[in-house]
Each structure stands twice: as C-alpha cells, then as structure tokens.
C-alpha cells in the first residue's frame, strides 16, 4: 500500500501536468473583455443580399410573453419594407428561478448571446461587469423621455443608459371581495386613504377564519408577497416604508451603494421587521410556512402582489367565480411600491449588434410595448402608452397606474442587489420563522457590506 | 436454487403462518400508504384546475386526494393537444421523446463503456491499478454546482453545446456504475473465468459469455438507476441546450414557473408524465429480479 | 482503496498462474477496456475540476471573470469562515444520521422484499416511486406534509392529542425533517441495489444453514449479512458521496434555513459561486469538499473492505 503511494506521485505528477497543458489548450474561454462599443452608423444598406441574421435571445419562459414575441417578431421583420426581414430571433427560455444562473453560465463560458432579459435590479451588476452594451447614444432625450423615470433610474448604470424596459410593475393590496364582505371590512378605494399598518392589521384578523378553532385558520387573512419566496421586492417594502421620505430606514442603502449598517438596520426597519414575525407568529394572520397558490385558491383574504394577478385570477377562474379587489398598499410611515421593470439587454458578446439594437428599438417602442402589453396586460413602462389606454383610468387597473406614478420606487440600485437579495430573503425566512428580529438585522447589515466590499469604487 | 427467496421458515407452524401473514399484510398496507400518497395526490393533482389544486389540502379528507372537478384539460395542454396548448407552443411529447432518446443512448453506452472499465477493475491485471480506481472515484468528489460551467466550457469548445451529443457524451462514462459494477463482477467466482480461459475464451470471450451473464440482475440494477439518474437531470441540460426542440421534460415541467403565474396544474401533470414512464418500466423489469440467478445459471 | 482488488488467494492452481502470465502479456490489451471511460473522465470530469482548482486561486466570478490572482487566500479565508464551518457542521450531522437510517431501512425493505411471493415485484416498484418523482413535486408534497399550521402531519398528531408542530421553519427540527423526506426520496435507490446484492447469493448457503436448523436470525447474522459486505460496502460508499452532496431537496424545502440549520454544504457553494459572485471561494470550498470524501471514501473502503470468499 505505502509503497503503491510513493510510487504513483511521479505518475500523479505526469498526470497534473497533461492536464495543465489539455487546460491551456482550452484556454480562450476566458470571460467577455470589456464591453466593445460596436461603431453606430453601419446599418447595412438595404440592397445588399442580406445574410439571414439569428439573434440568440435568453430570457425567462413564459408562453403567453413567447406569443407577444412572436408578433413583435413579425411585425419588427415587416418593418420600414421589410429591412430586418433577414433578421429572425432563436429564443432560449429558462425557468424564471433559472435565468440568473443560465446568464450567469453563458457570460462566463463566452457564449455568442445577442439578447438578454434583464431585471431592473441587476441592470448596475450587468453593466459593473460589462456583460452588456451600453445603449446610451442610440436613444435620445426624447425616446428616454417616453419610459417611467424609474424605468430609465433602472436601466442605468453610472448614468449611462444601458437598455430599455419592456414592461413595469408596482405591488399593491389584493382581496377577495367575498371575503372581506362577510367580515364587514372595506379596504379604501383611494390611495390617499391608504391603510396604515395597523388598519390593515385590523382588516387582516378580521379575515382570518378559523372554523373549528384548532388554531389553524381555514382562510387566512394575509400572505405579503408572490408564490411562496420571500424576498426584497415585497419584504423590501415593508421594510421602506417604516421611514419618512429620504431617510435611511426609506434609502433602504447608502448613497454609495455599499453601506447598509445604519440604513437596513435602524430601529425602525427592525420594528417594521418584528412587526413581519408578529404577523406570523403573535398575531397569526398569515402561516409561517408559506402555501402555494394561497390566494388565488381562496385561503387568504389579502394578498400584496403586483397587477399580474389579475391575469391570474382570470386563467384560474376563466368563468369569473371570483371577485378581486385592490386597495392601497399597507405602510407605516411612508406608502411605497417597488417598481419592477424587465429590460432588454444586448449582450457585449454579440456579433449582430446593428440587427440586436434594432430589434430592441421596435421592441421597447410603442409598438412593440403595445404588442406585449395586448397579450400580458401588465403595466407598460412606456408612458406614452400607459396614458392612451383607457382601462388605466378605471378601478382596479387605475389604482396601479396612480400608485406607480405616486410613491413607485425601484428597488436600491448597487451591483451588489444579488448578493443583498439573497440575505435578505434569508433573515426574512429567520424572522418568519420567530428569530431574533435586531439581531438579525444588525448581523445581516454587516455580512451584506462584507459581501458587497468588492463593488468598492462604482460609482465613482 | 436460486437466492433468498427459498428461504424457509424454520417451525413453520399454522398459527405462525396467520401471524406472519398478518404482519407481512400491515407491511404490506404501510410501505403503499409512506411511499405512494404523494404520487396518488400527485396524480389527482394533475387531474384538477388549476385554483383546485390546493383547495383542499387541509382539512385532510377525501378531496385532498380526489379531484372535485375532474379534467383533462392540464394533459391535453402539456402535449398541446388543446387549442390553449398548441397556442402557448407546449410539447411535451417531443420532451419526453427527446428524454427517452438520451436517457436510452447514455444507458446503452454506459452498458458497453463501463461494463469494460468494470471488468477491467474486478479481473484484469495492470500496473498501479488501484490509483486509477481512485482516479476514477474522484471524479465524484467535487459536486457538479462547482464543475459544471467548466464542463459546459469543455462542451462547448468541443462543439456539442446546443446538440444530444451534449446530453450524452459526457455521461457515457459514470463512476458510480464503475464502482458498482465491478464490485457485482467479483462476486462472480473466480473458477467460471478459469474454466473458460482453459475452454480457450478471450478476454472479451470471458466478459460475454461469463460475467456478463452472470451478473445480469446487478446490470440491470445499475441501467435502471443510470437511467433514472439521466431522465431526472436538470441543471445540466439547462445550461447545455437552449432550443426548445432537444428540451428535455424535467426542464420543460420547469418552464410552467414563470415571472408572473406558477401552473400548477400543469406542473403536476408535467410532474406525472415525467415520472410513469421510468415507473412503469421499472415494474415491467421486476420479473428479471425475480428470476435473478436462477436465469443465469449459475450455482454457486 | 484496495477494497475493490482481485481477492488474493492462497491455493491457487497452477493453471491459474498460467492465466495471470497470459494476463500480464495481456496488460496493453487490458488497457483498451478502460480507456474509453478514462477518456470520458479526462474530458468532461478532470478538466472541469482541474478548471476549479486553478480557479480557486483567482478572484474569480461567473459575470466578471478573473481579476486577481490570490493565490491561498480563499483557503486561508475558509479556516476563519463561520458560515463554512456551519455548513460542514450541518453536513456531517445530515450525513452521520441519513447513511445509517437509510442502509437499515434499505436492508430491511430489501430483505422483506427479496421474498417469492406474488405481488414483491410491486411492492418494490411502489418503494422505487419516490426516486423517480421530480423533486419540485416532492418538495411540494413534503412541505404540505410538514406545514406548521395545516400539514398532514400535525392533523395526524392532533388525532392522538398531541401538540402542534413547527418542523421547516424550526431551526431544531428542520434538519430532522429534510433528512426524513430524503432517506424516503433515496430509499428505494439504495434498497434496489441491496435487492441486487442478495440475488447474488447463492441459495445453497440458506440450504445448509437451514438444515443445521438455524433460526431466521442467525440466517440473516451469519449467511446474509457476511455474503452481502460487498454490496453493503457500494452502497454505503456510494450514498455516503451522495448524501455530503445533497443539495437539491434543501434548495426547494428549505432554501438553507431557518438560521443557517439546513445550510450544507453545496447549498454554500451554490449560493457562493451563484449567488454570491464569488465562484473563486465556491471552487476553493469544492476542494475541500474533495479531500474530506477522498479521506472518507478510502478509509470506509478500508474499514469495510471485504475479501470474503465463499
């Protein structure tokens, strides 16, 4: 046995060494260098014999948004007598929990990818790592204009603007009408009457029904937050809106993107998170563990979500049988929503920029944005399009166009709002779940910073 | 002859046979309960509307399991068999073919390439043999989360991104089924091997016609469990493939996740039609287990 | 390492040196059977770890790639890593109750099920279901199993008076829980390959023994249990990689939590190189993952290294 060992380092030594050279050999998938601004200009001249062009699209699946692509598609190669009728586009769909990481891959393996679907708040991360093209010189003042100002806040990194935005989103307070009518509550209408926290929390046990009285309600009165994921998009608002306007408890972050001791962890964050646990666990409006579907399938009177549930309730319930309401969205100091904008992104690996950006172009433009929000009906962040639809200007769809425009913020803007998304999702689990609320909060502000050190100098 | 199964109770009375019976019956009634509800709700899960789906999941009685209004509808869309279906581009038909077709390849391949490597283990001489048994052990030891952007460089390089050839090539090969294999070969007395040598067998004459034979059930073990492993990977032919005519069905169940909607309808009957097939060919190979030695012929 | 050798034998004939000489001229040939799958680990295995070893060394992220070479920092940094030190916590305290729990229960199931009687064929498929359900499914299942105010569970436990549990989101009890719904998820994977094993003895042994009248017992300690150490050995060898690389059950029960409790080790090294942006300390931590198998494989291979004959 000894002897086996001694003998086998020289041939293990041999061994390391082909793989070092077979390595080396391999090398050239180092990941994108910077970001080469392809030259503008060069739009291929419409009588050239066009080569046919494929534009790598990766985004998240989502077949009723694959049916708006492929009208814009459509429509886009129709385009100015067919120009971009050589252009078509191979989408590669992931599961949305997928996306992040498929990026993730493809960025670093190199991957020719011309399109990506971007997240409002992982535009800065992109951007910081050069994975995409900055777009700023190909939009002008006036098309930057016709996007939400927190669409264009999202897009851009530094300043410049790196892509446009192809829908938006604001959460607000969802109900089932049914419900809170047997219980003799009525949510406000306006959102100037918006519930304070303890208002709501009023409504919420009002709500919850417990049949039998064993302690575990049959229909509860809350779930804060979509699926069952916890999280900054809705736990971020909580959290927010337990400041005044432009304090830190409402910053959310410090202004150089890095520091969150004194700003996510103030006493009235942990407040406004003992407030979270208590819900769960003294007050028991809403289960510690969280239950799918829990809404929609009418075990739980309220429900903080952004306006894709109307599309929802109305797939689950294509024959009505369910009555939604929306009222304002709960806060304590401040009433807030957090903006949720998708971007299109072009990657800096591209090689078809001119075919990508005009795509992008059509797609963010009012036609594409039309064409998408026909088909998805969720909030367009084009402004000159949320101002022509009618529906805009009655309940429930009026109240989410009102909310946006009043207190909608994007979520904090850092290149480190992965790593801060992902701590955070985990001390609101711990909270849920009865932890120690100042502590968690003190110790998340701390292992955040640490975790965001390597951004040190970004915005400068 | 053959194996446990001639096992005899030693004083096998009446009254023990009633007692043994009974508890071999409540064993019986408790593995179906512990191992089969969650497939049963799975099932009836899949047979509702969507907002039904977790309607009833407590109080627990019969409509947890039960669907109240009963449809198709989730199946007919997952094959885009429904207008819905066709309309929202679902196929997963092609899927589950494309599932099959990779997880059959890797099995066949693997079958050939490590029945080899494990013969080469349990039987052939060669120098410094048990470092490459090491050698190929550890390539378990790093978890894929660590090695699978590097192995999707390498696949890409080699120009098989995008391709089956990325869903197979890198799993022709498996440690585990090395491992494994090679420890049922030595199982197989040595004498069979011998008398064949002297009857003027080859090497590959011995493996085919002596332990091939021979170790048929633990064949059998290891392709069943290889191809459960290839039809339930996830990750990798995620981040390898990217056109929807080679995605295979765990990736496309994933796909009913999406920004805006969980289907959970969908994702249940996804979850059941990616899951009967490998259950039903598992219980139509059960007879080979059976059987087990007795087939070969072998008698210790 | 040397459990997986050519038992030795003392009595060979002489014939049989004959045989090992036509071998040894038979080493170049013998070399053709491994060299597809060296091939294959080569490529597609030893390059990628090889590609994280180096990585290791870098401040290193998917996104931003290369920046600074650091040579062991990343090592020096997980000596002084809470967190890390949690997470192997977590894992070895997973580990050290799942590969018992479930090599028993296996080698019960197994035993129970290796009967000829009509329907064991079934009753083995139905064992076998769990390790083919799709894990989003299970995870689903086993949440509404295990959900604090409305789980199947804790209606179970009302009917027999007893008090209402917390299990996922109780820092004492989640590990528990995740390791109750993955030795059920893994069971059948382990029980199929003992059911393998015990096809492979002969029954000549249990008509000896039986005829010395020995008592079902003893059948089990002194023929099935010595016959059966080499199966035993794969597979506690085998699960034992497996189960210190567990990651997907606690990815969808538990996401790591509550308070770090399930946090093991490769939901760490995802959340690193993933989530993180830190894919150079996720691949140092991977290394270390590395040597603590190779340490436990080879001394499990040693302990129970198995040269019975019969």
């Known amino acids: ?460 | 002859m053959s194996a446990a199964s001639q096992q005899r109770t030693p004083r096998s009375t009446l009254p023990n046979r009633i007692v043994g019976g009974f508890f071999i019956l409540l064993a019986y009634l408790l593995i179906t309960i512990i191992f089969l509800t969650p497939l049963l709700w799975m099932i009836g899960s899949s047979l509702r509307p969507s907002p039904e789906v977790f309607q009833y999941i407590f109080p627990l009685s019969w409509r947890t399991f039960v669907p109240l209004q009963f449809t198709l509808q989730n199946f007919a869309d997952i094959f885009g068999i429904s207008e819905q279906g066709r309309a929202l581009g679902f196929q997963f038909g092609r899927a589950l073919l494309n599932t099959a077709f990779v997880s059959t390849a890797v099995v066949g391949s693997s079958l050939v390439f490590n029945t080899l490597a494990a013969y080469f283990f349990a039987r052939l001489e060669f120098p410094y043999k048990n470092l490459l048994l090491v050698f190929v052990l550890g390539t378990f030891f790093v978890p894929q989360e660590a090695t699978i952007v590097p192995l999707y460089i390498v696949v890409r390089q080699l120009g098989f991104a995008d391709t089956y050839w990325a869903l197979i090539l890198p799993w022709y090969a498996s440690p585990f089924v090395i491992f494994v294999l090679s420890q049922f070969f030595q199982e197989i007395p040595k004498e069979l091997d011998e008398a064949a040598i002297i009857d003027g067998a080859s090497l590959l004459g011995v493996l085919r016609h002596v332990i091939v034979p021979n170790a048929r059930v633990g064949l059998l073990t290891v392709s069943l469990l290889e191809f459960q492993f290839i039809w339930n990977l996830f990750f990798w032919p995620l981040i390898a493939t990217g056109r929807q005519e080679l995605q295979v069905i765990q990736v496309a169940v994933a796909t009913q996740i999406s920004q805006r909607e969980i289907a959970w309808g969908r994702i249940f009957a996804g979850g059941v039609v990616a899951s009967l097939p490998v259950i039903i060919l598992f219980l139509a190979l059960q007879k080979y287990f059976v059987e087990g030695v007795a087939l070969s012929g072998l008698k210790g | ?310």
Request: overall charge negative.
């Open chain 3, 1 to 310: 390492m040397m459990a997986a050798t050519v038992p030795t034998r003392t009595n060979s004939p002489s014939w049989w040196t004959y045989i090992q000489r036509r071998k040894t001229r038979n080493t170049i040939f013998a070399a053709f059977f491994v060299l597809p799958a060296v091939i294959n680990f080569l490529i597609f295995r030893y390059i990628p770890i090889v590609w994280a070893a180096r990585a290791s060394t870098w401040q290193y992220s998917l996104l931003g790639g290369y920046r600074d070479w650091i040579g062991a920092d990343h090592y020096l940094r997980a000596l002084e890593d809470p967190i890390l030190l949690k997470s192997l916590q977590v894992t070895f305290a997973y580990v050290i109750v799942k590969l018992p729990l479930e090599v028993a229960l296996a080698l019960a199931l197994a035993i129970f099920t290796n009967r000829a009687i009509r329907g064991m064929g079934t009753i083995r498929t139905i064992i076998f279901t769990p390790v083919v359900m799709s894990m989003v499914v299970v995870s689903v299942v086993w949440a509404l199993i295990l959900n604090a105010d409305s789980g199947l569970l804790n209606a179970l436990l009302k009917t027999f008076g007893l008090p209402k549990q917390v299990f996922l989101s109780n820092p004492n009890l989640s590990l528990p829980s995740v390791i109750t719904a993955t030795i059920w998820k893994d069971v059948g994977f382990s029980t199929i390959l003992i059911v393998a094993g015990l096809k492979g003895i002969p029954g000549i042994f249990y008509e000896a023994a039986v005829i010395d009248g020995a008592t079902r017992w003893q059948l089990f300690r002194h023929v099935t249990l010595p016959l059966l150490r080499r199966t035993l050995l794969f597979v506690i060898v085998t699960q034992t990689i497996f189960s210190f690389q567990v990651f997907i059950p606690v990815y969808s029960m538990t996401q790591g939590g509550p308070l770090d409790s399930t946090k093991v080790i490769v939901y760490y090294i995802y959340q690193l190189g993933f989530r993180f942006q830190d894919m150079g300390y996720a691949a140092a931590v991977s290394m270390i993952l590395l040597v603590i198998l190779l340490l436990i494989s080879v001394t499990q291979m040693r302990f129970l290294r198995s040269d019975v004959e019969y």
């Open chain 1, 1 to 460: 046995m000894q002897k086996a060992y001694r003998k086998s380092r020289s041939w293990l030594l041999a061994l390391v060494t082909i793989f070092g050279l077979v390595l080396a050999a391999c090398q050239p998938a180092a990941p994108s260098p910077a970001a080469q601004s392809p030259s503008g200009g060069n739009a291929p001249s419409a009588t050239e014999a066009k080569e046919p062009v494929v534009l790598k699209f990766l985004k998240y699946a989502d077949p009723v948004e694959a049916i708006a692509f492929a009208q814009i598609e459509e429509e886009f190669r129709a385009l100015d007598g067919g120009k971009w009728s050589h252009v078509s586009i191979a989408y590669d769909a992931v599961d949305f929990e997928n996306l992040f990481p498929k990026i993730e891959t493809s960025v670093a393996a190199g991957v020719e990818l011309d399109l990506i679907q971007a997240d409002g708040p992982d535009m800065k991360h992109y951007a910081w790592n050069q994975v995409l093209i900055p777009l700023d010189e190909y939009f002008t003042a006036d098309e930057k204009a016709a996007f939400a100002p927190q669409s264009i806040e999202e897009g851009s990194y530094k300043g410049v603007f790196y892509g446009p935005p192809f829908m938006q989103s604001c959460s607000l307070m969802w109900y089932n009408q049914e419900m809170t009518d047997a219980a003799g509550v009525q949510p406000p209408q306006d959102l100037a009457d918006s519930w304070t926290m303890d208002q709501a929390l009023d409504a919420w046990q009002k709500t919850t029904v417990d049949n039998d009285g064993d302690g575990s309600p049959d229909v509860w009165g809350v779930r804060w937050g979509q699926g069952t994921w916890a999280g900054d998009y809705e736990q971020g608002i909580l959290r927010r809106s337990a400041g005044e306007k432009g304090s830190p408890t409402y910053e959310g972050m410090g202004a150089d993107g890095l520091t969150f001791q004194g700003y996510f962890d103030t006493p009235e964050a942990i407040d406004s998170m003992q407030f979270y646990q208590d819900m769960h666990q003294t007050w028991k409006v809403t289960p510690v563990e969280p239950i799918p579907n829990i809404f929609q399938s009418k075990k739980a009177a309220f429900v903080v979500y952004p306006d894709n549930i109307i599309g929802d309730i109305n797939n689950q319930y294509p024959d009505g049988g369910f009555t939604l309401g929306v009222t304002g969205i709960p806060y304590f100091k401040t009433q807030l929503c957090h903006t949720g904008s998708w971007h299109y992104g072009i990657s800096a690996n591209t090689k078809h920029f001119d075919e990508a950006l005009a795509f992008v172009k059509f797609a963010s433009g009012k036609e594409g944005s039309r064409i998408y929000y026909e088909a998805l009906r969720q909030l367009p962040a084009r402004l000159d399009l949320l101002n022509e639809l009618p529906e805009y200007d009655s309940y429930p769809q009026s109240l989410i166009k009102q909310g946006f425009e009043q207190f909608g913020i994007p979520r904090i803007q850092t290149p480190g709002y992965t790593e801060y998304q992902q701590v955070f999702a985990e001390i609101a689990q711990n909270v849920a779940a009865g932890a120690d609320v100042a502590q968690q909060m003190t110790d998340g502000a701390k292992q955040i910073e640490q975790l965001v050190a390597k951004y040190k100098g970004w915005n400068e």
